[in-house]
């Protein structure tokens, strides 16, 4: 009899139908951030082809390959141990924040000193190489904050990115072009929400592009140009095929150490973010019922990270956000390990460079939004409800950090920056440039810390309250949240403040739980008003 649960020693499935519409979405998904960072190496560091396609690309395509695999991997592990059927395995790739750190922060400025497209690639090397020792080192540490941090504060810090980092971009660029993007965006939503079945069961995902691609083709056929897309463009894209494979770049990486200095003040905070990046999202995969070990999560990131560097691959791996969106898809074990297969074939024949030139961005870009929008309701979903005030604090450093890259990004592009223009006179018209300087400043790990302070206030479990706020102070004090840079007094007066508070919640927790009961009971009965 089929009780639709596989047995303890049966073999998982390891392709399910589920995992077509998965595959095209986390496939594209991939994609898109394989192309975003072809076009930084190509078009802002001014690398050439030969090494973007000759050297980067083939080890990128490596380490997304071994990510994949390991991760489908472990899923099938975990559904042969709990013989469970509806394993999804987490999805992973080039972390999305550390692409543009890497190439704005390090690279750039290197290529920007030395002239020289190479140096900047070395150096790019031994940042990844730093972080992922960070990684490894950091994965032992995980599980045990992982135990002690509330659920909201971890799902609200990531609700934060979901909202900004990974929604905000592609809404944006959507709009743009909504011709292409907003159409597209209503084929996945139909499918993905609303269970709308296309012809023969074709991935809504896969319609979406298709559709995307053919308005952006027609269009410039009749002269619209909606997807900028041109057929000398592509003809030159396909002088890229050919077989290249990554190679050891072992001298390049000891290479860069020569700018070590400038790279230890971004790789160890950052080396922080993705631990608490990769615990979000091991919880946020927790939340939707598939429990994976951290510290094997971290330490796996930190081996691959490595393996690539090591072959010239100059871009951090992550596990990404996003598992409960493909899980809800139908994915499973095969979606994963299906991708790293099409990468290694897309990065080793040059077929980067014809996609680039063929499919409109903005056809893929509604699928990023769609993760987006699924991560941000989970922190809400997967969480008591009275815990809904801590999740919204949870993001607002992410929101802080978000609206500074506007305004750094604005007055970059006008040839200034705000301490030249003023911090002053931005404060004059609104623009409270400091404040969102600070609030923003290691803002996925300043979310977590100001989250679960909440949360414990909100259980009025007020000495765990404190603990956390003197965390905060510590972190502060050394720049690791509310602040630029690591460094010694970095933000005096937040470290002071937060201190303050620590000191008093403890006093809270000797003699004010009592008085707070009522207030408690209030609350309650205001957040449940809604559901009834």
Not at 255 to 271: H, N, R, S
Not at 301 to 322: H, W
Not at 389 to 401: C, E, G, N
Not at 501 to 508: I, S
């Amino acid at each position: 009899m089929t009780t639709g649960v596989v047995t303890m020693t049966a073999k998982p499935k390891i392709w399910v139908p589920g995992d077509w519409n998965a595959f095209f979405g986390f496939g594209t998904n991939i994609l898109v951030n394989v192309l975003t960072l072809t076009g930084l190496l190509r078009f802002v560091l001014k690398m050439p082809d030969s090494l973007v396609f000759g050297r980067i690309l083939p080890a990128t395509g490596l380490m997304l390959c071994l990510s994949t695999l390991y991760y489908a991997w472990l899923a099938y592990r975990l559904a042969r141990k709990t013989g469970r059927t509806d394993v999804a395995a987490l999805p992973s790739g080039t972390s999305v924040p550390h692409m543009f750190v890497v190439t704005f922060v390090i690279m750039l400025p290197v290529l920007g000193k030395t002239g020289d497209p190479m140096q900047a690639w070395e150096a790019g090397l031994t940042w990844v190489f730093v972080q992922s020792f960070v990684l490894m080192a950091g994965g032992f540490l995980a599980p045990w904050i992982r135990k002690i941090t509330p659920r909201a504060a971890l799902l609200g810090s990531l609700a934060g990115v979901s909202i900004t980092f990974i929604s905000m971009s592609p809404a944006s660029q959507m709009m743009t072009t909504p011709v292409i993007g907003f159409v597209c965006f209503a084929l996945i939503l139909a499918n993905w929400f609303g269970g709308v079945r296309y012809f023969k069961g074709i991935p809504g995902g896969l319609v979406a592009i298709g559709v995307g691609t053919i308005i952006a083709w027609g269009s410039n056929a009749l002269g619209l140009g909606y997807g900028a897309l041109t057929s000398a463009a592509l003809w030159k894209s396909v002088a890229s095929f050919g077989f290249e494979y990554p190679l050891p770049a072992i001298g390049p990486v000891f290479a860069g150490f020569k700018y070590l200095g400038v790279i230890l003040v971004t790789a160890i905070p950052f080396g922080i973010y993705d631990l608490v990046e990769a615990m979000d999202n091991v919880e946020s995969a927790a939340a939707a019922g598939d429990s994976f070990p951290t510290t094997r999560v971290l330490t796996a990131d930190g081996v691959i990270s490595l393996i690539g560097c090591l072959m010239g691959n100059p871009f951090i791996n992550a596990v990404y956000i996003g598992h409960p969106g493909w899980k809800a898809m139908g994915g499973r074990i095969g979606y994963s390990a299906a991708t790293g297969v099409v990468v290694i074939v897309l990065s080793w024949f040059g077929i980067v460079a014809v996609m680039m030139a063929l499919i409109p961005v903005v056809a893929i870009l509604p699928i990023l939004l769609y993760i987006g929008m699924l991560i941000g309701s989970q922190a809400f979903q997967e969480t008591p409800k009275s815990h809904a005030p801590a999740i919204v604090l949870a993001m607002v450093p992410q929101i802080a950090a978000w609206g500074k890259l506007q305004i750094d990004g604005a007055l970059g592009a006008a040839g200034t920056n705000a301490h030249a223009v003023g911090i002053d006179k931005l404060s004059q018209v609104g623009v409270l440039y400091h404040g969102l300087e600070v609030l923003g400043g290691g803002a996925i790990l300043a979310g977590v810390v100001i989250g679960a302070i909440t949360v414990f206030m909100i259980e009025r479990q007020f000495a765990k309250a404190a603990a956390f706020a003197a965390v905060g102070a510590v972190l502060t004090f050394f720049g690791f949240i509310h602040g630029e840079a690591i460094g010694v007094g970095r933000s005096p007066a937040v470290a002071v403040s937060y201190l303050a508070v620590a000191v008093f919640l403890y006093g809270c927790s000797r003699f004010a739980v009592a008085a707070s009961q009522p207030v408690q009971r209030h609350a309650h009965a205001v957040s449940a008003t809604p559901a009834e």
